[in-house]
């Protein structure tokens, strides 16, 4: 399981932006607030396409990097979605 809002929070929903490395996620931060959070994918400097896997990081060739959030909501969704162009983000529940 991966928690990438708060220290253990799930997430709820995720989402890519079309034609692009940005997805956004939605899920519960009990310490921030932070429900909705923006997030692009990079290309991870450290890979080790070897197969040593000491570092849990050089393991992945790419790797989510955060970028902002929104604490604008009073609670936390439990779906967001891109508009299939990309323009245009929803999210509700």
Known sequence: QI???GDRESIMSID???FSNFFVTCGYDNDEHMFIRFWELERNKEFN???DKEDHNQSLEWMPVFKYGDKSMPRPPSVVKFSPLGNFMASGG
Do not use: Q
């Open 16 to 18: 890519f932006l079309p």
């Open 49 to 51: 396409a070897a197969g």
């Open 3 to 5: 928690y990438w809002h």
